[in-house]
T-cell receptor, first 119, second 116 residues
Framework: AQSVTQLGSHVSVSEGALVLLRCNYS??????LFWYVQYPNQGLQLLLK??????LVKGINGFEAEFKKSETSFHLTKPSAHMSDAAEYFC?????????????????FGQGTILTVHP | DAMVIQNPRYQVTQFGKPVTLSCSQT?????MYWYQQKSSQAPKLLFH???????NEADTPDNFQSRRPNTSFCFLDIRSPGLGDAAMYLC???????????????FGPGTRLTVL
């Protein structure tokens, strides 16, 4: 079984400040990890993913995340927040594709973190 | 552009009146998923199809059914909606890639269901 915990349901930063959204995971096997962003009344858009290659992953819109196995973490960062970054962010874990089974990349999501950016 | 389309974007139904939500995709992906997202909560997987193989999550209520008549379309049927079924319903698609052990899911914009 796998689970995700996002620390902080709300994060508020000033425009231009560092963004740090925290995600810790629990998984019985090496996981695949994803960050998604959701704008109001929209679907989820993939920001970046960790697939067991490089531990530092760069995504769209200047976001990046670092996989730390020892800390079971996959925190999302952006050096300088922009007003357009205000949204809800979800961390998700997948055990991948279970060949011959029925687990086709099922995602388990954290509870989400709402990011507010102040001018 | 290849995409995942959900219709309608907003659906209002009455308590107990059956409702069907639609999802279509032009990505030619073999896996389609339905998630339920209640207000201020994470999306929760209801079920998914791999081609025509249906996989139901253990805790998905019997009130929720799904159909996938072809690769492009997938429907979510709620047989007798209750007030607790009001939520955003998200459709996602994915391709199971040869030689790779993970896949990415592409989400539609969602249908927001209101139950009166």
């Amino acid at each position: 079984a796998q689970s995700v915990t996002q620390l902080g349901s709300h994060v508020s930063v000033s425009e231009g400040a560092l963004v740090l959204l925290r995600c810790n995971y629990s998984s019985s096997v090496p996981p695949y990890l994803f960050w998604y962003v959701q704008y109001p009344n929209q679907g989820l858009q993939l920001l970046l993913k960790y697939t067991s290659a490089a531990t530092l992953v760069k995504g769209i819109n200047g976001f990046e995340a670092e996989f730390k196995k020892s800390e079971t973490s996959f925190h999302l960062t952006k050096p300088s927040a922009h007003m357009s970054d205000a949204a809800e962010y979800f961390c998700a874990v997948s055990l991948g594709i279970n060949a011959g089974g029925t687990s086709y990349g099922k995602l388990t999501f954290g509870q989400g973190t709402i990011l507010t950016v102040h001018p | 552009d290849a995409m995942v389309i959900q219709n309608p974007r907003y659906q209002v139904t009455q308590f107990g009146k059956p409702v069907t939500l639609s999802c279509s995709q032009t990505l030619n992906h073999n896996v389609m998923y339905w998630y339920q997202q209640k207000s201020s909560q994470a999306p929760k997987l209801l079920f998914h199809y791999y081609d025509k193989d249906f996989n139901n999550e253990a805790d998905t209520p019997d009130n929720f059914q799904s159909r996938r008549p072809n690769t492009s379309f997938c429907f979510l049927d709620i047989r007798s909606p209750g007030l607790g079924d009001a939520a955003m319903y998200l459709c996602a698609t994915s391709r199971v890639p040869a030689g790779r052990s993970y896949n990415e899911q592409f989400f539609g914009p969602g249908t927001r269901l209101t139950v009166l």
